[in-house]
């Protein structure tokens, strides 16, 4: 047996100096100036919490749904798994409206610099009318709001299942983590969208070829939808052995998201545009989502080559584009109405997958 010569990475544990220095960087404002006292009482608490290591504070008994109903659970993901139970059950009710879900994957918006609206925001607005007057129920997911409403985050994955799958939970059990103040996390809000979802439409700019950074945070940490462990007392958190135990008998690969229809529409103003369109339709179709088929899935250049300043004549004037737009709406709606009349089904739905992962 070859000897592991693996050597641990650098240490990322800040001293108390370092720590308060970083934490105290936020209150520059001066209106804390008078505050000092108290914020000495915060950072001191702030700096228990990070030395202790005290990621969920608040927990309880996982109870006997699970299979280890004695783990201490963290509240916080407790909440998030009803929400995405009764997301589901609102999916599965025949008595419940059909909903589709548009993303706006674009980071721009008038209510931070630069201050104007973004095109994405005026093709999404293309299409909702098209589901409302299908009788859809309409959520609309705006990531811009990353950029421009206080405490909206998606943190970053953490790569979890590249350790062994059953160690990625669904919903994500990394966030939040209040040792590092790692809090807000917009991703708890975000799965029961997608799963209460009967069809998502995704609206996005090309950004260098690649996804705009908000989306490809969502898809990152949208992994734990593809074959995540439902039971975080099953591997006792973070019990990296025992996770790697459960894959290693025969993990069987949740789709939590399997069935439900997809379109597309991607926009650039000269490269990229269908790589990302791809790009998408291959990440939807590996998690078992259906596209609604060619018109349901579009690319194209808004103002091809053309000033940026000009960008919004340009979509004004491209009304064949704007229709694409339309037509990837409808294509969808038709796609869930048939799927949910029993006259559009998966036809590789009862294939097994000799590679899931």
Same mark, same amino acid.
């Given at each position: 047996m070859?000897?592991?010569?693996r050597?641990?990475m650098p240490?990322?544990k800040?001293?108390?100096e370092?720590f308060?220095q ?5 209150f ?5 100036e008078p505050l000092?006292? $108290?914020?000495?009482? &915060?950072?001191a ?5 990070? #030395?202790?290591?005290r990621?969920?504070p608040r927990?309880?008994k ?7 109903p004695?783990?201490? &659970? ?5 909440a998030a798994?009803?929400a *995405?139970v009764a997301?589901q $059950?609102?999916h599965?009710?025949l008595e ?6 548009i ?5 721009r918006s $008038? ?8 095109k994405?925001?005026?093709?999404v607005? !293309? ?5 409302r ?6 959520d &609309?997911l705006d ?8 405490g909206?985050?998606?943190? +970053?994955?953490k790569?979890?299942v ?5 160690l990625?939970h669904? +919903?994500c059990?990394c966030?939040?983590?209040? #040792? !590092? ?5 917009w991703?708890?809000e975000?799965y029961?969208l ?5 069809? *998502?439409? &995704?609206?996005?700019?090309?950004n260098?070829y690649h996804? +705009?950074?908000?989306?490809k945070?969502? *898809?990152?940490r949208? %992994?734990c939808?593809?074959g995540?462990n439902?039971d975080p007392?099953?591997t006792h958190g973070?019990?990296?052995?025992e996770?790697?135990?459960?894959e290693?008998k025969?993990?069987?690969y949740?789709?939590?998201?399997a069935?439900?229809?997809f379109g597309i529409?991607v926009h650039g103003?000269?490269?990229?545009a269908?790589?990302l ?5 291959d ?6 989502l259906v ?13 091809y080559? $053309?000033p940026?300043?000009?960008s919004?004549q340009?979509?004004?004037? =491209?009304t ?5 737009v339309?037509n990837?709406?409808h294509?969808?709606g038709?796609a %869930?109405?048939l799927a ?5 089904? =998966? ?5 097994n =997958?000799?590679?899931p992962k």
């Amino acid at each position: 047996m070859q000897p592991d010569v693996r050597k641990g990475m650098p240490s990322v544990k800040l001293s108390r100096e370092e720590f308060e220095q970083r934490y105290r960087s936020r209150f520059k404002d001066s209106a804390f100036e008078p505050l000092q006292r $108290e914020i000495n009482a &915060i950072v001191a608490a702030a700096w228990d919490a990070y #030395s202790h290591s005290r990621k969920a504070p608040r927990t309880r008994k996982a109870g006997p749904k699970f299979a280890d109903p004695t783990y201490d &659970i963290a509240a916080d993901w407790l909440a998030a798994r009803q929400a *995405i139970v009764a997301a589901q $059950e609102q999916h599965e009710s025949l008595e419940e409206p059909a909903r589709i879900l548009i993303v706006n994957g674009s980071s721009r918006s $008038e209510h931070t610099c630069p201050g104007e609206m973004s095109k994405t925001w005026r093709l999404v607005e !293309l299409a909702e009318p098209v589901f409302r007057h299908m009788g859809f129920v309409v959520d &609309i997911l705006d990531l811009s709001r990353l950029t421009s409403e206080f405490g909206k985050h998606i943190h +970053p994955c953490k790569s979890c299942v590249a350790t062994a799958m059953p160690l990625c939970h669904w +919903p994500c059990s990394c966030y939040p983590n209040y #040792s !590092l103040g790692q809090t807000e996390d917009w991703m708890n809000e975000i799965y029961p969208l997608w799963v209460a979802a009967h069809g *998502i439409l &995704i609206i996005t700019p090309v950004n260098w070829y690649h996804a +705009p950074a908000g989306l490809k945070a969502m *898809i990152d940490r949208l %992994v734990c939808a593809d074959g995540g462990n439902p039971d975080p007392s099953s591997t006792h958190g973070k019990r990296a052995d025992e996770a790697k135990a459960l894959e290693l008998k025969g993990w069987s690969y949740p789709r939590h998201l399997a069935g439900r229809h997809f379109g597309i529409v991607v926009h650039g103003d000269s490269v990229g545009a269908e790589t990302l369109r791809r790009s998408l339709s291959d990440w939807l179709t590996d998690m078992w989502l259906v596209s609604s088929g060619r018109a349901g899935e579009a690319d194209g250049y808004l103002g091809y080559m $053309e000033p940026y300043a000009t960008s919004h004549q340009a979509l004004d004037k =491209d009304t064949a584009f704007q229709q694409e737009v339309i037509n990837a709406a409808h294509a969808l709606g038709n796609a %869930v109405k048939l799927a949910r009349a029993g006259r559009l089904e =998966d036809p590789g739905a009862e294939i097994n =997958d000799p590679n899931p992962k």
